[in-house]
């Protein structure tokens, strides 16, 4: 079974600072990989998603992910934080079944 | 422009009652899915269907059920409601050649007394 695990519900970082939100999963086959965001009383909304076509993937708002398969993660970062990224954050895996299993999710915080 | 959407936005119920809630997509997917959405559990899969007439349990299916009578909707159908299905509830859908990925509607948030 896939599994999914997100290090920290909750970071802080301050406007214009790097934001790096860690994924980590478990897979016997190289899966496919999102990073949703959700705004508050919004549903999900994909940022970005890895399909084996490159190791480092740009998504929007100014957000990438880089696979490793050697370290199993799918970390997403950004280089400058804004007041509009404060949201939660969540990666997912899926093999080839269609389905996707969710990581807790990490709650941003941006400070001014 | 294809979305998906779900009634009611937000519904309040007492233990034991019967509650239906609906998911519409127009994307013409053929796959949907029904989560819950807990505090630190993220989301959690419920039921899904990969077509007309299809049903699948989840994770955490126990006390739910749907049926796919056509390709756009997945009703999800509480039995007998029970406070621990207080939830945000997310209806998603998928396309088989969408490498996966699932697009959400806006959720409904349950409260059950």
């Known amino acids: 079974a896939q599994s999914v695990t997100q290090l920290g519900s909750h970071v802080s970082v301050s406007e214009g600072a790097l934001v790096l939100l860690r994924c980590n999963y478990s897979s016997s086959v190289p899966p496919y990989l999102f990073w949703y965001v959700q705004y508050p009383n919004q549903g999900l909304q994909l940022l970005l998603k890895y399909t084996s076509a490159a190791t480092l993937v740009k998504g929007i708002n100014g957000f990438e992910a880089e696979f490793k398969k050697s370290e199993t993660s799918f970390h997403l970062t950004k280089p400058s934080a804004h007041m509009s990224d404060a949201a939660e954050y969540f990666c997912a895996v899926s093999p080839n079944d269609y389905k996707l299993s969710f990581g807790a999710g990490t709650t941003v915080t941006v400070r001014a | 422009d294809a979305e998906i959407t779900q009634s009611p936005r937000h519904k309040i119920t007492e233990t034991g009652r019967q509650v239906t809630l609906a998911c519409h997509q127009t994307?013409?997917?053929?796959?949907m899915f029904w989560y819950r959405q807990d505090l630190g559990h993220g989301l959690r899969l419920i039921h899904y269907s990969y077509g007309v007439q299809d049903t699948n349990k989840g994770e955490v299916s126990d006390g739910y059920s749907v049926s796919r009578s056509n390709t756009e909707d997945l009703p999800l159908t509480l039995e007998s409601a029970a406070s621990s299905q207080t939830s945000v509830y997310f209806c998603?859908?998928?396309?088989?050649?969408?490498?996966?990925?699932?697009?959400f509607g806006p959720g409904t948030r349950l409260t059950v007394l």
């Open positions: 994307w013409n997917h053929n796959n």
């Open positions: 998603a859908s998928s396309d088989n050649g969408g490498l996966n990925e699932q697009f």
